[in-house]
T-cell receptor, first 114, second 113 residues
Framework: DAGVIQSPRHEVTEMGQEVTLRCKPI?????LFWYRQTMMRGLELLIYFNNNVPIDDSGMPEDRFSAKMPNASFSTLKIQPSEPRDSAVYFCASSPLGQGYGYTFGSGTRLTVV | AQSVAQPEDQVNVAEGNPLTVKCTYSVSGNPYLFWYVQYPNRGLQFLLK??????LVKGSYGFEAEFNKSQTSFHLKKPSALVSDSALYFC???????????FGAGTTVTVRA
């Protein structure tokens, strides 16, 4: 099992550009989570999906952020337009359904908006 | 609502000494408790979990945690710390009626040689 795969690992973009982060969850995991980590705010849950359906997007900071999960093996987090304050490490995690399961995290995407 | 508190931002210990990272939680119903570790420039890695059964849970890299229901705590422990244990540690909880984990703010552990 390759684990949760995120791409790209690093992204540097200019303010105003569109950024798309990608995630492939572990096969068979029904839940997928997007987190953002910064020094100031720590680990923040942005959105999560169960069976490809968004359940809670209350953590999405602004309308500039959107996330999709078109199928069980792929999700995207898009920022349009990007701003310097979006600079952070973005993690994707997946989990089987059920309270007894923890998450498996990807290695993250380090986003820098200049 | 569920929540986790990690009262210490930082814990510093000498190599070979016992290590304890504190965690308290608040949740409705039975708690499902987890510890994760994050090394620099890496994602969070699962260490151990408590679901039910024995209050003392053993996990990876020699870590263990003790579930205390009356004190609503789930402290992480290691009898003899190593320099390589230096990392950021997160406690997390999930209630019996919630799909998502709630994470604490994290505790930075530094083990000096």
């Amino acid at each position: 099992d390759a684990g949760v795969i995120q791409s790209p690992r690093h992204e540097v973009t200019e303010m105003g550009q569109e950024v798309t982060l990608r995630c492939k969850p572990i096969s068979g995991h029904n839940s997928l989570f997007w987190y953002r980590q910064t020094m100031m705010r720590g680990l923040e849950l942005l959105i999560y999906f169960n069976n490809n359906v968004p359940i809670d997007d209350s953590g999405m900071p602004e309308d500039r952020f959107s996330a999709k999960m078109p199928n069980a093996s792929f999700s995207t987090l898009k920022i349009q337009p990007s701003e310097p304050r979006d600079s952070a490490v973005y993690f994707c995690a997946s989990s089987p359904l059920g309270q007894g399961y923890g998450y498996t995290f990807g290695s993250g995407t380090r986003l820098t908006v200049v | 609502a569920q929540s986790v508190a990690q009262p210490e931002d930082q814990v510093n210990v000498a190599e070979g000494n016992p290590l304890t990272v504190k965690c308290t939680y608040s949740v409705s119903g039975n708690p499902y408790l987890f510890w994760y570790v994050q090394y620099p420039n890496r994602g969070l890695q699962f260490l151990l979990k408590y679901i039910t059964g024995d209050n003392l849970v053993k996990g990876s890299y020699g870590f263990e945690a003790e579930f205390n229901k009356s004190q609503t705590s789930f402290h992480l422990k290691k009898p003899s710390a190593l320099v390589s244990d230096s990392a950021l540690y997160f406690c997390a909880v999930r209630g019996s009626n919630d799909y998502k984990l709630s994470f604490g703010a994290g505790t930075t552990v530094t083990v000096r040689a």
